[in-house]
């Protein structure tokens, strides 16, 4: 079993719609965690950056992090078509370790 | 400033050739992380750097793969004796310390990556 586990889906909603993407994780050490956003043939874009348990909003993302759960969420407001990428999750025990991903959900956003 | 850059962007080789794949970090990042993306496995972590010291090198899949890095600077991932297995893309990341009150973080931010294929 995977230490990350992410639904890959693929997943497509009307251009405006909220969208919510989600990742459990088996190890309670993680501290760290973070959503990056990839469009097709490129490096991933780090959205969203967040220590421990709550939330963090910045423009039309907001991350949601509950350890208890051990459970993430990072949901998009007002969604647009250059939205459309592979959103993945990731999550580290330590500030400068490395990175432990999931497998990255696709979302397709169409007008 | 400039990103993170990589090179080749692409590179095809022959099984059992040897292949250097090259980071340029973003200035004054002083980590630098290789990962490997590939469709089966996702994402995964290969070797991390701080300064020219490689703490965690738990990643590498075998002695085939090495990396270094020089001046704390650009870092070079060696694959030797290419095997198909090997195919996917490679990926670099760099960071710097921040500090948020008490408590640092190192963001890390990704280059283009290198897209190997071995024939």
């Known amino acids: 079993q995977k230490e990350v586990e992410q639904d890959p889906g693929p997943l497509s909603v009307p251009e405006g719609a909220i969208v919510s993407l989600n990742c459990t994780y088996s190890?309670?050490?993680?501290?760290?965690f973070m959503w990056y956003r990839q469009y097709s043939r490129k490096g991933p874009e780090l959205l969203m950056y967040?220590?421990?348990?709550g939330n963090k909003e910045d423009g039309r993302f907001t991350a949601q992090v509950d350890k208890s759960s051990k459970y993430i969420s990072l949901f998009i407001r007002d969604s647009q078509p250059s939205d459309s990428a592979t959103y993945l999750c990731?999550?580290?025990?330590?500030?400068?370790?490395?990175?432990?991903f999931g497998q990255g959900t696709i979302l397709t956003v169409h007008p | 400033g400039a990103g993170v850059s990589q090179s080749p962007s692409n590179k095809v080789t022959e099984k059992g050739k040897d292949v250097e794949l090259r980071c340029d970090p973003i200035?004054?990042?002083?980590?630098l992380y290789w990962y490997r993306q590939s469709l089966g496995q996702g994402l995964e972590f290969l070797i991390y750097?701080?300064?020219?010291?490689?703490?965690?090198k738990s990643g590498l899949p075998s002695d085939r793969f090495s990396a270094e890095r020089t001046g704390g600077s650009v870092s070079t991932l060696t694959i030797q004796r290419t095997q198909q297995e090997d195919s996917a893309v490679y990926l670099c990341?760099?960071?710097?310390?921040?500090?948020?009150?008490?408590?640092?973080?190192?963001?890390?931010?990704f280059g283009p990556g290198t897209r190997l294929t071995v024939t």
């Open positions: 190890n309670s050490a993680f501290q760290y």
């Open positions: 200035s004054g990042h002083t980590a």
């Open positions: 990731a999550m580290s025990r330590t500030s400068y370790g490395k990175l432990t």
């Open positions: 990341a760099s960071s710097f310390k921040t500090s948020i009150g008490a408590r640092s973080s190192y963001e890390q931010y």
């Open positions: 750097f701080q300064g020219n010291s490689a703490p965690d």
């Open positions: 967040t220590y421990s348990s």
